[in-house]
């Protein structure tokens, strides 16, 4: 359960008070962050925003609530055709964080995590409420880019967890049964993180579409794992 103790790590990471660890350079290189507007009340407008700093901060409507995400898995949703540099996505966390669009946690190990502030992430799930399929869809592919298979995918602490959730929102229920259907990536999940999680996905799955094979297997699995 290593996996899980540093999931428990990263969430505890957000307790602590922080404070941001760049220099001035990577700062002031970063102009285009420049009109983002203070958000006591969350009342953003988009209107205001430089172009590129509207587009990421739209970006940000695929993360899960209250669920913390890897520095590089914003360099590559920030990407057009490929990641940005994580030095340019470190500044634009941090500037987000200024703004409380966002929380930054730096763990000992130097990696960045992001957790997105609930009132945004409503906001952002309202208002690209029609692009969201399409959204989840292309982090998806993104994540699998150089793998035939999602269950070949390495974990970075949070897809393995969360995939399941982008599958759904994805509209792609039948990637996600042949995950559920897989025995390795089930017992490889299950490692890693617990019966919960696991059970989790099945449930997710169960919310959008009946399978009765699938509804034996969660059965069968929750049996075994009293």
């Known amino acids: 359960h290593d996996r899980m103790e540093r999931l428990h790590l990263i969430r505890s990471s957000f307790a602590l008070e922080r404070k941001s660890?760049?220099?001035g350079d990577v700062l002031r290189g970063s102009r285009m962050f420049s009109n983002i507007p203070d958000t006591g009340k969350i009342s953003i407008s988009t209107d205001s925003l430089a172009s590129e700093l509207e587009r990421r901060y739209q970006q940000l409507a695929v993360i899960p609530d209250d669920v913390p995400v890897p520095?590089?898995?914003?360099?590559m949703l920030w990407g057009v055709m490929q990641p940005i540099p994580l030095r340019d996505a470190e500044a634009a966390a941090w500037i987000m964080e200024g703004k409380k669009v966002m929380r930054v946690a730096a763990l000992e190990d130097g990696s960045l995590w992001c957790m997105i502030n609930a009132e945004h992430s409503t906001l952002l799930k309202q208002e690209m409420?029609?692009?969201?399929?399409?959204?989840?869809?292309?982090?998806i592919n993104l994540y699998r880019q150089g793998f035939h298979d999602l269950?070949?995918?390495?974990?970075d602490n949070y897809i393995v967890q969360n995939i399941a959730y982008h599958l759904v929102e994805a509209g792609r229920l039948s990637e996600l049964a042949t995950l559920l259907r897989d025995a390795?990536?089930?017992e490889t999940k299950l490692r890693s993180y617990g019966t919960g999680p696991v059970v989790q996905d099945f449930r997710r799955y169960f919310g959008c579409r009946q399978d009765p094979d699938l509804t034996l297997m969660l059965r069968a699995f929750q049996i075994s794992a009293n």
């Open 21 to 23: 660890s760049v220099g």
């Open 71 to 75: 520095l590089t898995l914003l360099c």
């Open 129 to 139: 409420q029609a692009h969201l399929p399409e959204m989840h869809s292309r982090l």
């Open 151 to 155: 269950a070949l995918v390495p974990d």
């Open 184 to 186: 390795i990536w089930l």
